[in-house]
């Protein structure tokens, strides 16, 4: 048997329509599950999506919103992976309320949300898999990213608490935090040379992550392979917080 193979299973990947999150959901499907795709207003979803669904999860109530269209998609859902996340690059003292709301609605809110809107029946069915996509800055914050890396913490901290109180009901809770990866968020910085080398300089295997190379251990901690894997944060990001 292929401890891998997710065939019967159904996953909602939030943030799916781009970057890391596309990643997932993309591999997710290759390995059998029906994957349900979110984005924003206007974002375009992988083909291998069986349904997609656009909200805003920076608006109050974003993530019972999402939780309630999925319900009306599929009466359960065994993988969440909650990919979607705001980050506003500014220095701290500039950072205004709104700014640092929204992150937090984005990032920590909206993820409490949808696990109390999904895990409980992962629980009655006694299978399930819930996944953070973290950061390398809820251990090595950046200092123009503040309030972001504050709130990756604290999505790390709420993963953590509920892995030890789901892990009884088959349900496993981790969190990946990548490294500098090329992703649309960081493709105007990275196309700095200078920068993108300096970055290098101080990653261990030599290169800029890509997205898929989050996929390997989203898909362990995703699949039957990662049964008895909870509770943990695996890095991918070539070394470079060593």
């Known amino acids: 048997m292929d401890v891998f193979r997710l065939d019967g299973r159904t996953a ?11 990643a997932i959901h993309d591999s997710l499907a290759a390995y059998g ?8 207003p206007g974002e375009e979803a992988s083909d291998a999506s069986v349904a997609v669904i656009h909200e805003d999860l920076s608006r109050p ?26 980050q506003i690059r ?24 949808l696990v109390q ?12 898999r819930i996944l953070a996509i973290g950061s390398v800055q809820q251990i090595r914050p950046h200092p123009e990213m503040a309030v972001y890396a504050a709130t990756k913490s604290a999505q790390d901290n709420l993963i953590r608490n509920l892995a030890r109180q789901l892990a009884s009901h088959g349900v496993a809770v981790n969190s990946l935090a990548p490294g500098v990866i090329n992703t649309d968020r960081n493709r ?14 101080h990653i261990p295997v ?17 699949s039957p392979a990662g049964e008895y894997i909870t509770g943990q944060t695996i890095v991918v990001d070539g070394g470079m917080t060593l």
């Open 33 to 40: 599950a029906d994957v349900i795709a979110h984005g924003l």
């Open 206 to 222: 030599g290169r800029i992550g890509e997205p898929t190379d989050c996929v390997g251990a989203a898909l362990l901690m995703c």
């Open 61 to 86: 109530g974003g993530g019972r919103s999402l939780g309630h269209a999925v319900a009306r998609i599929r009466r359960h859902v065994d993988i969440l992976v909650l990919s979607a996340s705001l």
């Open 90 to 113: 500014q220095p701290w003292y500039c950072i205004t309320a709104d700014d640092a709301e929204r992150q937090w609605r984005v990032n920590v809110q909206s993820s409490l949300e």
């Open 188 to 201: 105007e910085a990275l196309a700095d040379h200078h920068y993108a080398t300096q970055l290098v300089d």
């Open 12 to 22: 909602l990947v939030t943030g799916s329509t781009k970057s890391i999150g596309r």
């Open 117 to 128: 809107a999904l895990a409980p029946a992962m629980c009655e069915r006694r299978w399930g």
